[in-house]
């Protein structure tokens, strides 16, 4: 069982809900064509967006909760969906999928800083690099790791909790308020964030919860050099999800990165 198989079933409550880059994958999608393919495509959030607007998509994911809950949602919109869709149990860092080459490869919201080493981060681009058509594109998504952000959770302030926000269940009847807790290694890029969830029952009992999630965040320079090893060039970096938005480290919140094979 990995970080994401115990977050799989309050993650679309809390994180599903996210909407601003749906319209940048179905751009790219428009403009390069299907097939596409999702790495670290959970529950289903950006792909099965892109199979109701007719495109063939495949997922891979490790989390076999994640995975879970992604083919029921496939089978729950089964009739909405114009678009084909093959999901696989499968690691980013080994695996190769024995199918069509890719016009589109993406790794969607911060999913690409769950891989903690050089290696796996090399080992998964260079996977991308095979599985990619000659034509075809990878977007990378991650945040800016901005140092004045970064400061604010220093070693010794790690206890503090940081709100993030209360979230209704109108299936269960649950409500869930969570916090985080932040622990930073500055020397190597590394932070665990412990998601606190008080789950509140209709009849008042409240009920804790909470998960660690590690990543590794990474700078501009450090992701294009990563990009460049593994064989790409980088023909475009936006500092959000809109159109030819501008990267600014100051006030970008994303690095949306756009790279080809060389």
Known sequence: MNDFDRLASIYDLDMGTKEDDIPMYLRQ??????????????????????????????????????????????????DQLSGDVRLIEGDMRTEVLDGPDFNLIFIAYNTFLHLTTRDDQLNTLRNIHQMLSDKGRVIIDIFTPRHRDLSQYDYHRRELPIYRGVYHDDMSGYTYVRNDRIQLDLVNQLQVVEFIYDKIGQDGEIKRESHLVQSRYIFRPEMELLLELAGFETVELCGGYEADTEYDYHNSEVMVFVAQKK
């Open 29 to 78: 999608a428009e403009e390069l064509g299907a097939p596409t393919l999702e790495l670290g495509s959970g529950t289903g959030r950006v792909l099965l967006r892109l199979a109701s607007q007719g495109f063939d998509v495949w997922g891979l994911d490790n989390s076999a909760g994640m995975m879970t809950i992604a083919r029921q949602r496939v089978a729950q919109l089964q």
